[in-house]
């Protein structure tokens, strides 16, 4: 059972037999709310964070999610960022299998500016999993791959408002519960192109080096 999003919040419910991004057959049973003005969007973004304002909306897609240890498989996705006129963006992210829906991963947490051109984002994950990442935000040409501005989070460049915002986080650090995947280290790379969203994430778990785990293209739908 899923409820769909409302004005106030968001529940999400169900009970199933799914797989994890390790490949584990694992029952889940996932009771959500969001109930928050995290996800009312009517009101003015915080200026400490107005160049995040491309990502703020709900994005759709599909992925491909790949890793030394497990079978290769493809996946709907649904990602939505929002505000509540603090410096802050909320962020939820949830997947289901291809072709059969089953859903597969959720994942909720926050991205903020702590200063010009640099991004915090906090992601908490139901595996057992929590990530600080930081990084920088910068501002790039359509037809150019590579960001107009430094990407060293040491330096601190102020992003510029382009038609392209490249996103380049690392894990500062990444907690795990004792019965969780042994991770040590996340990569994520988010790029907007207009309503266009492409991201690569990369991990280290299981003893291996960080490599490449996931990939997707959304849309933005509202």
């Known amino acids: 059972m899923t409820a769909l999003p409302s004005r106030r919040g968001l529940d999400i419910r169900y009970t199933s ?3 994890d991004q390790f490949g584990s057959k694992v029952k889940v049973f996932l009771s ?3 109930a928050c ?5 009517n009101t003015t973004l915080h200026p400490d964070i107005a160049t995040l304002g491309a990502l703020v909306g ?3 897609g599909q992925g491909h999610g790949e890793y030394p240890t497990i079978t ?3 996946y709907e996705e649904t990602v939505t960022f929002a505000h509540m006129g603090k410096p802050f963006l909320s962020y939820l992210q949830r997947t ?4 059969d829906g089953h859903p597969l991963h959720i994942e909720v947490g926050y991205l903020r500016m702590p200063s010009p051109g640099i991004v915090e984002m906090i992601v908490s994950q139901p595996t ?4 600080v990442d930081e990084g920088t935000i910068t501002a790039a040409d359509s037809t150019s791959a590579e960001p107009s501005t430094s990407a060293d989070p040491s330096t601190g460049p102020a992003a510029t408002i382009g038609s392209t915002l490249v996103l380049d986080l690392h894990s500062a650090s990444v907690a795990t519960s004792t019965s969780a995947k042994p991770v040590t280290q996340v990569t994520r790379r988010i790029v907007i192109d207009g309503d266009v969203m492409h991201y690569e994430l990369k991990m280290a778990a299981m003893g291996l080096d960080l490599t490449h785990h996931l990939s997707a293209t959304l849309h933005k739908v509202e």
Request: no cysteine; net charge negative; glycine share 8%.
């Open 37 to 41: 003005d995290a996800l009312v969007v």
């Open 58 to 60: 709900t994005w759709t």
């Open 72 to 74: 290769s498989f493809d």
């Open 128 to 131: 057992g999993i929590a990530e």
């Open 17 to 19: 037999l799914g797989v």
């Open 32 to 34: 959500y709310r969001l």
């Open 96 to 99: 289901s299998s291809v072709p």
